[in-house]
């Protein structure tokens, strides 16, 4: 499993937030990159962090319970 911090704190910011454009203005990178490092924190972590609802990122189950030991 090959994670990185900034993958991390993206998904931090994620949850914190509510939406990626939030997240990375929090963080000061630009929303793609921000959704890229989401996306391949998913990747390999194996995990399906959110649903994506009618363009909104909804935390599932193990989203929430990951942000617990985050």
Not at 18 to 26: C, D, K, N
Not at 35 to 40: G, T
Not at 57 to 64: K, L, S, Y
């Amino acid at each position: 499993m090959d994670i990185k911090v900034r993958q991390l704190e993206v998904f931090r910011a994620v949850m914190e937030t509510g939406s990626v454009t939030a997240a990375a203005a929090r963080l000061h990178c630009t929303q793609p990159a921000a959704s890229v490092a989401l996306s391949k924190f998913e990747q390999a972590s194996g995990l399906a962090l959110f649903d994506r609802v009618r363009g909104r990122f909804v935390p599932t189950a193990e989203g929430e319970a990951l942000y617990v030991e985050v």
